[in-house]
């Protein structure tokens, strides 16, 4: 149980063009899911935080027009990156919490590689 | 939410136990101790997570010191395929997995 996918798993992209990242819960239902940023030899760095149709809650530094966070079912997340430049390439990872226990364990995807020419 | 220590790098044996420690000295009552890792280029990967008994599941044990202030995962047959870094982290709630640098352990043939 508690898995959790992203598509696509890795995308090359343009300068400028937008990208779309979709963060699924296969079997369970995710009130809260998340969006980390990982960059090479880094940690994950956590970007934002959305609960199932309201509005994102993002960290401090990211900008919210530039990562546009949808959550609009308890299974299905999407961030997109607009206007992709080479800085934002990363790896991007999401993770999703059923909010029914106690400590709201959070199950990660397998992230998405971003790699913006 | 109460920062973590751990150190830097480990090796283990394949085959032999791995002990991993965590200090979490400012770690408040209603703080639970997780464990995640994370193999190269893979999402990380929950293993276990405890508040003050030690805990058991199919992949480990976690061992939380009497005045929770430091806390031992233990993999008890490494193998090659457990070579990741492992991050244990302090947090209340769901909103704030704070990953820091982890333990890089590499378990050698």
């Known amino acids: 149980g508690a898995v959790v996918s992203q598509h696509p798993s890795w995308v090359i992209c343009k300068s400028g063009t937008s990208v779309k990242i979709e963060c699924r819960s296969l079997?369970?239902?995710?009130?809260?899911m998340f969006w980390y940023r990982q960059f090479p030899k880094q940690s994950l760095m956590l970007m934002a935080t959305?609960?199932?149709?309201?509005?994102?809650?993002?960290e401090q530094g990211v900008e919210k027009d530039k990562f546009l966070i949808n959550h609009a079912s308890l299974t299905l997340s999407t961030l997109t990156v607009t206007s992709a430049h080479p800085e934002d390439s990363s790896f991007y990872i999401c993770s999703a919490s059923s909010g029914q226990e106690n400590t709201d364990t959070q199950y990660f995807g397998p992230g998405t590689r971003l790699t913006v020419l | 939410d109460a920062k973590t220590t751990q150190p830097t790098s480990m090796d283990c044996a394949e085959g032999r136990a791995a002990n991993l420690p965590c200090n979490h000295s400012t770690i408040s009552g209603n703080e639970y101790v997780y464990w995640y890792r994370q193999i190269h280029s893979q999402g990380p990967q929950y293993i276990i997570h405890?508040?003050?008994n030690n805990e058991t599941n199919e992949m480990a044990s976690l061992i939380i010191t009497e005045d929770r202030k430091s806390s031992t995962l233990i993999l008890p047959h490494a193998t090659l395929r457990d070579t990741a870094v492992y991050y244990c982290?302090?947090?209340?709630?769901?909103?704030?997995?704070?990953f820091g640098t982890g333990t890089r352990l590499t378990v050698i043939p």
């Open positions: 405890g508040l003050k």
């Open positions: 959305s609960n199932e149709g309201s509005k994102a809650t993002y």
């Open positions: 982290i302090v947090m209340t709630g769901a909103n704030n997995l704070f």
């Open positions: 079997d369970f239902q995710a009130t809260t």
